[in-house]
């Protein structure tokens, strides 16, 4: 049997405005799951307070002895203390994450690449030093079957409203991505789960990627037909990989289950293809 590397991909918790039950919850879930790894993808608190870090920090704790990487979102840097947003806004972030603000994850031939999407200099929308995303995408590993670079702020969006969500610069991002061979491209920000191919948005690059968006795994702040939820990425790495995505939805009974799985395998130079999505 082929290895299989699990990943547990969650974004927005919005510490500071989770409902009770509802990271309990998240937890039982995960701990049945047993990924490999606890992804965040960006907006951990909700303004960036000490204690809503410190919340964070103790669930982070809860998922030991399982590894978690995360990058920040734009409302990890404080809003209204100006004097820290200009000066050190990744202080916190730093503190709960090891002094780290863009992290690499290596095992058993899958890399994931955290990023930095957010700026001091923007509230909502993010934006990259492509240059620098290009040093961080081309540091070598040997023997690595897929790559996933994991950023807050989404490349594709499933309703015209999010638009003005979507990175700043993305048509360059791309291209960087493409460059470096990048298979899934992760992120969060607008809470409206979504999965699909790269060549529908972005027809002139050659190779397709995976990009996936996770919906806010914890807060209220949900949207309309998009309850609490969190992706499940299963990655076979093999010479002809393979990758599935299942979405995972919260329940009355404060468990989350499975909603949707969609299916994808690499077909060569011109990157990956949709094999099925399946409701569950």
């Not at 590993?141 to 989404?154: D, N, Q």
Request: aromatic letters at 8%.
């Amino acid at each position: 049997m082929s290895p299989r590397v699990r990943i547990a991909h969650l974004s927005d918790p919005h510490f500071g405005t989770i409902l009770p039950g509802v990271a309990e919850g998240l937890l039982a879930t995960l701990a049945e799951l047993k990924p490999d790894l606890v992804l965040l993808t960006g907006d951990i608190t909700q303004r960036a307070r000490r204690s809503q870090f410190r919340a964070a920090k103790e669930f982070v704790r809860q998922l030991k002895p399982v590894p978690a990487i995360a990058v920040p979102g734009n409302h990890d840097i404080p809003l209204f203390n100006i004097f820290a947003r200009l000066f050190y806004p990744y202080w916190s972030f730093k503190n709960l994450f090891k002094d780290l603000l863009e992290k690499d994850y290596v095992y058993n031939g899958v890399r994931v690449t955290g990023l930095n999407s957010t700026s001091r200099w923007r509230h909502v929308q993010g934006d990259f030093n492509i240059e620098r995303i290009r040093r961080r995408l081309d540091k070598p590993h040997s023997g690595i079957k897929v790559r996933i670079a994991a950023f807050h702020h989404p490349m594709d969006c499933a309703k015209h409203v999010d638009e003005k969500n979507l990175l700043r610069g993305r048509e360059e991002a791309i291209l960087a991505l493409h460059d470096a061979q990048v298979d899934l491209v992760v992120g969060g920000h607008i809470h409206d789960p979504f999965v699909c191919l790269s060549h529908h948005r972005y027809p002139g690059v050659p190779r397709s990627m995976i990009l996936s968006v996770a919906g806010t795994c914890l807060s209220w702040r949900t949207r309309k037909g998009a309850p609490n939820s969190f992706n499940l990425i299963d990655v076979e790495p093999t010479d002809r990989p393979r990758i599935s995505i299942t979405r995972y939805d919260i329940r009355e009974s404060m468990r989350f289950t499975p909603e949707k799985t969609h299916e994808f395998e690499c077909q060569g130079s011109t990157g990956w293809g949709h094999l099925s999505s399946n409701e569950t």
